[in-house]
């Protein structure tokens, strides 16, 4: 927290926040399962262009195409 209070947490904007781990993560467990390189070619490429184009970020479109059918949901 360092130091701030917050008397309101939005639920939705921590699940945003964490889409990107929780991906991630499932990716890394299926590249230990498969034992295949390219699934961590793969991801490493996702990471990569993540970095170097944050505004096309491939995690945010995810996330942005899940949310839009949800009704009230915010972009």
Same mark, same amino acid.
């Given at each position: ?19 990107? #781990?929780?991906? =991630?993560? =499932?990716?890394?467990? $299926?590249?230990?399962? =498969?034992? /295949?390189? $390219? =699934?961590?070619?793969?991801? /490493? /490429? ?7 184009? #944050?505004?096309?970020? #491939? ?7 899940? /949310? ?8």
């Amino acid at each position: 927290m360092q130091g701030f209070t917050t008397p309101y947490i939005a639920e939705e904007l921590y699940s945003a926040l964490m889409l990107q #781990p929780r991906i =991630v993560g =499932v990716i890394v467990a $299926l590249g230990i399962i =498969v034992q /295949s390189p $390219l =699934v961590f070619l793969i991801l /490493s /490429s996702l990471l990569l262009w993540s970095a170097v184009v #944050p505004t096309r970020n #491939p995690f945010d479109g995810i996330y942005n195409y899940a /949310s839009h059918g949800r009704a009230g949901s915010r972009r």
